[in-house]
């Protein structure tokens, strides 16, 4: 369960840090994982472990709540080991071995992650741990403790990791292989499908009204039967959109 530290000064709600655990046998593979870690503010790291003998110890002795795990490891590997664990912490597999990705996701992983690891990739493998961390505790949770307000994601652009608050957003447009998260201060770009940007966002906070653009329901200023106006912008509603987007606003049409 979350509890909350008060920034007196600021006044803001802030999460306590993601306590995570690197298992690996390969000295760079650790080094690679760690930078990552490191580059990201919500994420702690715990310990490193060259085998699973080390790991399960260290799982006695310290709570840990995301475990990076690799799978081709000496004496047991990283497959074995998580199905000898009660209650483990949340995984994300980190390995070189495609053939492995089926059995890793039957054990309800949050996600397989290929060597070499981009930051790109790592960082919307940890969007996908808060997003799991946010359904299992809706409804979990007394009323207030994790404000809808608060909700963020991490969007990599120009080398560097930006914390992005869901309130912030007006819209999010698709461009090719990108997508541009256009917020209240400036334009992120990230290059990541426009299908997984949809689905790191809370249904009825955002709707998709096109298919180069998801809009913040609480943005738009005005619409018609074919356009949303955010600000001083008007985006097209698309044809195969019209009947979601017409009942998400209560809108009859013409």
């Known amino acids: 369960m979350f509890s ?21 046998d390969e000295p760079l593979a650790i080094k690679l994982v760690k930078t990552h870690v490191e580059k990201i503010s919500s994420l702690e790291l715990v310990a490193t472990c060259k085998n699973a003998l080390q790991a399960m110890d260290l799982l006695r002795r310290q709570n840990v709540d995301l475990m990076f795990l690799d799978i081709e490891m000496p004496e047991i590997t990283g497959l074995e080991f998580l199905k000898t664990i ?15 990705a089926a059995e890793g996701f039957d054990l309800d992983v949050i996600d397989y992650l290929l060597k070499p690891i981009s930051f790109e990739r790592f960082i919307r493998a940890i969007n996908r741990y ?23 994601i991490y969007i990599y652009d120009n080398k560097k990791t930006f914390k992005i608050y869901l309130r912030d957003i007006l819209f999010i447009e698709g461009a090719g292989e990108y997508v541009k998260v256009h917020t209240t201060e400036k334009i992120f770009l990230s290059r990541e499908p426009m299908h ?9 906070q955002f709707i998709r009204i096109h298919k180069s653009f998801i809009v913040s329901v609480s943005r738009i200023t005005a619409f018609s039967a074919a356009s949303i106006h955010i ?15 017409y009942k998400a606003l209560s809108y009859r049409g013409n």
């Open 4 to 24: 909350w530290i008060f920034n007196y000064k600021k006044m803001e709600p802030q999460i306590p840090k993601i306590r995570c655990l690197i298992v690996d």
């Open 86 to 100: 009660s209650h483990p912490p949340k995984v994300i597999f980190t390995t070189a071995y495609r053939q492995y």
């Open 130 to 152: 808060f997003e799991r961390v946010e359904k299992e505790t809706r409804g979990t949770l007394p009323a207030g403790v994790i404000p809808h307000e608060e909700r963020f």
């Open 196 to 204: 997984e940007m949809e689905s790191k966002l809370p249904k009825g």
């Open 231 to 245: 600000r001083n912008l008007e985006l097209p509603i698309g044809r195969s959109y019209k009947d979601a987007v």
